[in-house]
């Protein structure tokens, strides 16, 4: 009996190839997977990234489908908001294959019911595990088919009729794809719009020659900042490895915060429909909230993690979601993320008026911030529980455990602590009103947490 304790995440299942992964065991995913939305869908859509492991993997998942008498439809190379996009269009069932920013030994799978609807630990991965570990049942009908569906053409003109660029000003910008899935739907995404697009990296190489597919991790955008400035580029953008992330490099070579990212498509999106409900999850700046507010709209906050984002605007209605991982979410994309649709929207946002990048986002960053910490602790529930006891001795201190523990000081500023799921980690999250005041919290709560 297989144990996928070890690769079976809370979104999705990851694992390093060969080791964790391989055919055989993929193959009873797919036919898990196939018995788990049997009843909703007679056909599943199947993409892929760039990965060596990538097409073996994708098509060892569809014969598992097709053997419980599914159909199988594969537009092969994706990216994974690309695969959204196919499973709304076409109202069926998804698989994703890849390990998004997780180096090249890795690979991975992310499941969608029809309509992008995730698939997570409570909503069909954990019954998927199950069915594996106690041995997927054999099915006596016939088999189903396999078609190839070409889909990359109609994404493209659907993110471009959501977001209209034909009154931008030329805009020369700098694309990092990393050797990632951006290299691959970028060219045709930006086809015909007044881009001018300097490409880095844009070679499909699961292998990642250049370096990480993580622009989150600083060490991984150097080059991207100094091809804006060598270039005079109005604006940077970078892809992680399977490019549904975005992160924004302004005209100086600076970062721009997604924190400030999603203010800005929030206020374009509420431009659309105003009064809307716009969602935050607690880690994004307390300006985000504000802006919204500002702007006419409802901010709603939640814990981190695209399930909990995606189940709110679900509830809620919400017309727009952001995180401050740089994952944002479209009501119109059927509440699915796409780094690709917040990029469009930050060019337009550019283009429609004559300042520097810096300049228009500048008033979306009110803020100073640490960015995530991780510390390697013993235990997370003694070291979480001395923090909230130090911090609640104190005067005017609010405290909330809506995600981890969210601090919030009576001089303005505040912090998150929560813990990892998958390893023996804290992260904090910091904001004050400048960056001594950053340093000076930060340091406060690490003597504790490391203590």
Request: net charge negative; proline share 5%.
């Amino acid at each position: 009996m297989p144990d996928l304790s070890g690769i079976v995440k809370a979104y999705d299942i990851r694992g390093v190839v060969g080791e964790q992964l391989d055919a055989a065991l993929v193959r009873d995913l797919g036919s898990a997977f196939a018995l788990l939305i049997k009843p909703e869908s007679d056909s599943v859509v199947i993409g892929h990234d760039m990965r060596d492991s990538s097409p073996e993997l994708a098509a060892a998942f569809a014969d598992g489908v097709t053997s419980q008498g599914l159909d199988v439809v594969t537009i092969g190379l994706a990216s994974t908001d690309q695969l959204y996009f196919a499973s709304g269009s076409l109202n069926l069932p998804g698989a994703m294959f890849t390990a998004s920013h997780n180096p090249a030994k890795y690979n991975g799978i992310k499941l969608c019911r029809s309509g992008a609807a995730p698939v997570g630990q409570d909503s069909g991965l954990a019954e998927i595990r199950d069915t594996v570990e106690q041995g997927v049942p054999a099915f006596a009908g016939q088999r189903g088919s396999v078609t190839e569906k070409d889909v990359l053409a109609d994404y493209a003109a659907y993110l471009r009729k959501l977001v209209d660029l034909s009154g931008s000003r030329p805009l020369k910008v700098v694309v990092d794809a990393g050797n990632g899935m951006g290299g691959y739907t970028v060219p045709t995404v930006f086809a015909g719009l007044p881009i001018e697009v300097v490409p880095m990296y844009f070679e499909l190489d699961g292998n990642f020659p250049n370096h990480e597919a993580n622009p989150l991790d600083p060490k991984n955008i150097v080059d991207l900042q100094a091809r804006v400035r060598e270039e005079g580029a109005d604006a940077g953008l970078a892809f992680d490895g399977d490019a549904d992330r975005c992160f924004v490099v302004d005209e100086r070579g600076e970062p721009v915060s997604p924190s400030a990212i999603t203010a800005l498509v929030a206020i374009r999106e509420l431009e659309k429909e105003p009064g809307g409900t716009i969602i935050h999850n607690l880690i994004t700046s307390k300006g985000v909230p504000e802006i919204v507010a500002e702007h006419g709209g409802k901010p709603v906050r939640t814990r981190v993690g695209h399930s909990f984002i995606k189940a709110e605007m679900a509830k809620t209605g919400a017309i727009f979601g952001g995180e401050h991982s740089a994952h944002y979410y479209f009501r119109d994309f059927w509440r699915a993320d796409t780094g690709m649709l917040a990029a469009l929207h930050v060019l337009a946002a550019l283009g429609e008026q004559t300042g520097p990048l810096s300049e228009l986002t500048a008033e979306y960053s009110r803020y100073a911030a640490s960015g995530e910490i991780n510390s390697t602790v013993d235990d997370q529930v003694a070291r979480m529980l001395a923090v909230k006891d130090t911090f609640a001795a104190r005067d005017g201190v609010e405290i909330d455990e809506l995600d981890g523990l969210t601090v919030q000081l009576p001089g303005g500023g505040w912090f998150n602590l929560r813990p990892s799921n998958t390893e023996p980690l804290l992260r904090l999250n910091v904001e004050a009103a400048d960056a001594e005041a950053v340093r000076a919290l930060t340091e406060d709560v690490l003597a504790i947490v490391r203590g």
